[in-house]
């Protein structure tokens, strides 16, 4: 006999916002920071903060994420103030995309 499963929206919602779900968002998040923080580049030896980028990668997590608040998530960032223009680049300097290639090869 074939198995019956009948779904709880209330489950679902608990197993989102479950300690294990979080942990590993948590996990996956650790993992894009390690490569992110590989892809980093550093100044020359002009610059005025060498190593600023790099060292500012930082993981946070909640059980009440997403757009409705209702799942875990972590999420990744570069705490640096110049780091929109590392990813994204300028008009004089090219974009890097640090944390696309990051998530895009080390997020599974």
Do not use: C
Request: glycine residues 12%.
């Amino acid at each position: 006999m074939a198995a019956r499963f009948k779904m709880s929206r209330k489950g679902v919602g608990q197993l989102l916002r479950s300690e294990m779900i979080r942990a590993d968002m948590v996990r996956r998040a650790h993992e894009i920071e390690a490569l992110a923080v590989t892809l980093s580049p550093v100044g020359r030896s002009g610059d005025p903060h060498p190593g600023q980028y790099k060292s500012s990668w930082g993981v946070t997590s909640t059980k009440r994420g997403g757009r409705r608040r209702d799942r875990a998530t972590a999420t990744v960032r570069n705490g640096a103030y110049y780091a929109r223009w590392v990813e994204y680049g300028t008009e004089r300097v090219p974009a890097h995309h640090i944390a696309l290639r990051a998530a895009t090869a080390g997020g599974g």
